[in-house]
């Protein structure tokens, strides 16, 4: 059976996976980030043997240019154009396919055969990103950047993102924003995995940074359901992971915006699969480029 | 050479006309909408004879159920869950296809020939529609709702839409919008075409209307941008008419919020078609279930 080479390319580790048609996994590995994270990724795809796979996916952390197979990720500094996808084709010696990280977890969702065939994947991590699959394939855009759901602004007269617009999801929603949050109206504790520790327990301004960031989740998956008429809604992330202190109130502000009849049927669902949903991405991504159906 | 009947329903009259697959228009009619829509439909369409039309396609003021060929349109109070595909299939003995006016206004400027393989077309008129096209196809959505740019809430804690949501465009934007706005701050004259007219005159409130609602439409739009990566937006309806006091500041505010690399690339310019934009699109649409490339 045909297999190919999955990578994920994120800000903290990079993974990759040999991944069959039959969507098994046959191998794995995971590599902190280094200094040099040149070094990280072929020190990666040297643990696995190129031959017998058919090519590669990768799912990267933005932005990236996908027709110039160059990244720029935000939290790797040292790679600024960097052409990931010349790099990997050149240590392999097979064709590479480059999509966003939350480009590739809603096509491994979608794969994986947990959704509906139009779907809006989201990540609530560091960043907030998206991917979308319509109609049954993962649509990416004229410039490889469709899904960019962070960048919804959701209130103009907010505060700057670093993206250089104004009231961004990014800038209510991410981990560190609800974290700013709860820290300016006196809760002391380090990060957002505290946080949502604090929420779980009910402290209140923990439970309202999160109540805050889903409200703002919930305008943004509200805007996608209305412009592109989905229905399915798979999040996941690191600050997905809080589960219903997150979970609760976004279902609660989404039945309570909906509006417009056909927006009332958007479920919202945590992903099952974790990280993998995006190795599972990133491999479709590689039998899609190699044309093998999958 | 084969040819379709285009029928655009509107809020105040109803057009239709024969066009040719080389995008002529053959013959053409438009009936004020009677007490009685449905006895306006029928004069409409018995003004054209079906022998040697291959199809029809209908864009229709909305909310529409496409699969169900069904139409509820706001202003068209008579027609609830109307069956609009079916009647007409009747009338004229041919295959129908429907579809919501800003999708056909949207379709029909890509047909013929004004836009990128990827655009937004919005309507601005009475109430703010919009419609896809995506990698050269009209991009409908699972119930056939995509596009709904009037709906996206650029402010939660804004004033309640009529579709139920806080905050959407169109309780900004919209002709009847801005023009609550304006008399609401002291101007008094009666409608949105006054309105513009004030605003080239150079009212001040009158121009706040416009840079106000141009602003909320430029948050869609780069909302819009960032979801389904597009580049290029064509602007129509009767609002839309009012022309530099609406176009002015909607560049410029598109041009502040713009955030992110590929949302800078984006262009807004006016319909050239004006309302036989529609009707292109019907006509598209009916070329497209007929198998006729066009």
């Known amino acids: 059976m045909s297999a190919v080479l999955a990578v994920d390319i994120g800000g903290t580790t990079f993974a990759a996976a040999t991944v069959r048609a039959d969507r098994s996994i046959a191998a794995r590995a995971e590599v902190p980030l280094g200094a040099d994270p040149s070094a990280t990724l072929a020190n990666l795809i040297d643990r696995f043997d190129p031959h017998g796979l058919i090519g590669v996916g990768i799912g990267s952390a933005g932005p990236l240019d996908a027709a110039a197979g160059t990244v720029s990720p935000v939290n790797i500094g040292a790679w600024r154009n960097y052409p990931l996808t010349s790099v990997v084709g050149e240590l392999t010696g097979l064709p590479v396919g480059l999509a966003g990280d939350a480009q590739c977890m809603a096509l491994g969702e979608y794969w994986h055969g947990a959704a509906a065939p139009s779907m809006l994947g989201v990540v609530v991590s560091t960043g907030i990103g998206g991917g979308l699959v319509l109609d049954g394939e993962p649509y990416f855009g004229r410039s490889g950047n469709a899904g960019h759901i962070g960048h919804i602004s959701i209130d103009p007269a907010g505060p700057l993102c670093r993206c250089g617009a104004t ?9 560190p924003s609800m974290t700013a949050f709860a ?3 006196g809760w002391t ?17 923990a439970r309202l940074a999160f109540a805050r960031g889903a409200a703002a989740l919930a305008t943004a998956i509200r805007t996608t359901a209305a412009l592109v008429d989905i229905d399915t809604v798979v999040v996941g992330g690191g600050v997905a ?5 997150l ?21 919202v669902t945590p992903t099952t699969l974790d990280r993998d ?4 991405g990133a491999a479709a991504l590689a039998f899609a480029l190699a044309g093998v159906p999958v």
């Open 167 to 175: 009231g961004c999801v990014e800038t209510i929603a991410s981990g």
């Open 183 to 185: 820290r300016s109206h």
């Open 189 to 205: 504790g380090p990060d957002a995995k505290a946080l949502s520790a604090a929420a779980s327990a009910g402290h209140p301004v």
């Open 241 to 245: 992971a809080a589960g219903e202190v």
């Open 247 to 267: 979970f609760g109130p976004l279902r609660r502000a989404l039945a309570e915006q909906a509006g417009l009849g056909f927006l009332r049927h958007v479920t």
């Open 277 to 280: 949903a995006g190795l599972y």
